[in-house]
């Protein structure tokens, strides 16, 4: 997989992994150790947590420091980054739980607004998107910016290109930035997509691609982004 | 271009397209000419359309039948499938205009609801998107199929290959696959994204690029859908 050098950011992150015992947290958990970075899976138990550390710990090779587990409030402490991957149906409760552990740090929000047993029909919440829900809860003081809605999680623990880019949004530039590093450092092409308002178009993208999975009888559509030949403004 | 017999539908086609002054109007006029359908262009002077009717016959080769212009509410009387490329402002109005003409036909709407001056930011109407406006006001015998978004409309009327997909969402599943033949006749790839539902991220997306371009210097951003493999269902 293309996590090297050509890729890595500038800086070594603290990055937790809040419900990271799924495939989504166990995946980046892997590609982002595996570049250098400092990660600690979260879970409701600190047991779970470990057990997925382990599994995340055994792929990885010998010289990377390896990934820690902890209760979810233990890993948001220890983080600059909090990285939240979990299930819609979570979301709000998990934000509330989190709220003044992360103030002032980073939320990396993985959440895809799926409502089954539909989930190939767009239905945002009513804040307008995930993003914007979390924003509107955690308050001024608390970047949030969403990213990797559209990864098929089955590749995130194989090596290889992932064929699918990273659409980032989120509430501060500065943020998307940090992000876009962290995407590259995962072995990822990242794009900023722009403020939370446009969240909606890539958490909702999840459901179309879901949708053309189930239409044209494939498990891991994504998308690219094309036609870009300029220079960065 | 691809325009050429393997991307070929089956069925020639009476096409007009409203408000077809424009870039994309006669883009898309100049492409499905080419591919053999039967094409009006509409306007509200039919002085304009045949303006940008003979724009196009300009560029189309001897043996294809000519372009035609006519005012708008004629051209969609003519017509089997009724492209609307009018500007988000004129939506409402136009349809509203057009409902009695159209009931029972197919309407192909490629309006993007952008709000200036902040077009990088997406901002959906009431309804949700354009296309579920749309169908909110033909009501339930006209079939909404919403298309094109996310084009680069100066590609249109250029010969080679677009890189970009379209992304079709439609009131059903009859409807979008005769319009994802035009996309075919159109020299494009086309993707069927499912209901009218999920009609807000296509259309979404269109911002999303627009905001591309700006930070990443480009003109051109567009979209491919990638990683499917199977066999359509």
Redesign the interface.
């Known amino acids: 997989m293309n996590v090297n050098s050509k890729y890595k950011g500038n800086k070594m992150r603290r990055i937790a992994i809040i419900g990271g015992t799924g495939k989504e947290g166990k995946g980046l958990a892997y590609r982002w150790a595996l570049s250098g970075h400092d990660v600690i899976i979260g879970s409701r138990s600190i047991e779970k947590a470990q057990i997925a550390a382990d599994e995340v710990n055994e792929l990885l090779p010998d010289h990377v420091k390896p990934v820690g587990g902890l209760e979810n409030i233990q890993a948001a402490d220890w983080a600059e980054i909090v990285t939240l991957t979990v299930p819609f149906a979570a979301h709000v409760d998990m934000l509330e739980y989190l709220k003044d552990t992360i103030r002032g740090k980073l939320l990396i929000d993985v959440t895809v607004p799926l409502v089954p047993p539909k989930v190939?029909?767009?239905?945002?919440p009513e804040a307008g998107s995930a993003g914007k829900e979390a924003k509107m809860i955690l308050g001024e003081d608390t970047e949030v910016v969403i990213a990797f809605q559209n990864i098929?999680y089955e590749r995130l623990m194989r090596t290889g290109d992932i064929?699918?880019d990273v659409?980032v949004c989120g509430s501060s530039r500065e943020a998307r930035d940090t992000v876009l590093e962290l995407v590259k450092d995962a072995g990822m092409v990242g794009?900023?997509?722009?403020?939370l308002?446009?969240a909606?178009?890539?958490e909702?993208?999840t459901?179309?691609?879901i949708?053309?999975?189930?239409?044209?009888?494939?498990?891991?559509?994504?998308?690219?982004?094309?036609?870009?030949?300029?220079?960065?403004?």
Chains 1, 2 share one sequence.
Do not use: F, H
Not at 120 to 124: I, L, Y
Not at 191 to 195: F, H, I, L, N, Q
Not at 215 to 232: A, F, N, P
């Open positions: 190939s029909v767009v239905k945002m098929s064929d699918c659409l794009w900023d997509a722009g403020p308002a446009n909606m178009v890539i909702g993208l459901s179309v691609l949708y053309i999975n189930k239409r044209y009888g494939s498990k891991e559509s994504g998308i690219r982004v094309t036609g870009v030949t300029g220079e960065e403004n």
